[in-house]
């Protein structure tokens, strides 16, 4: 009769044990599938991101004097968010142009932007005249912008 006791109890014993294991095994199949499911998401935003960038060239032809820069600054993140600081500074070429490629990933299709010129001392005197406004075709990669200064809203 003790041998008989012992084996139900060894046999309880590996039951608990049998399912002790398939709950834990059940857990960390549960969390692998939520890891898989967690990259799979990151990757999908990723190149959904990669594919909604926009390259937009802004061009102005704008005569500066020594230790003067121009900064575009607009409505959107990538442009500072009408925040100076935050703007992006351009690069002059021969001629007196000022150019820079700006990689837009923001959604928004309707841009409003101004030129600032930026002294070394740090003052700053915003173009005159309405806002500079282009509408993003979406479709397309990239947008070429060449503009006249103080020519917003023409």
């Known amino acids: ?34 890891r898989i499911y967690e990259e799979a998401l990151d990757e999908a935003l990723k190149r959904e991101k990669l594919s909604t960038i926009r390259n937009i060239f802004f061009c102005i032809k704008y005569e500066t004097t020594f230790g003067q820069n121009l900064i575009v600054v607009g409505n959107i993140p990538e442009l500072g968010n009408w925040d100076i600081k935050q703007g992006v500074k351009m690069t002059w ?28 001392y740090g003052s700053h005197k915003w173009e005159p005249g309405q806002n500079h406004k282009v509408q993003i075709n979406m479709e397309k990669k990239s947008t070429n912008l060449r503009d006249a200064w103080g020519g917003g809203g023409l």
């Open 1 to 34: 009769m003790a041998e008989s006791q012992k084996l139900s109890h060894n046999n309880q014993i590996t039951e608990e044990h049998r399912l002790r294991t398939r709950r834990l095994y059940e857990k960390r199949l549960h969390e692998r599938k939520l």
């Open 93 to 120: 070429s021969p001629g007196n142009l000022w150019m820079i490629k700006v990689e837009v990933f923001s959604k928004i299709e309707n841009i409003e932007y101004k030129y600032v010129i930026s002294e070394n």
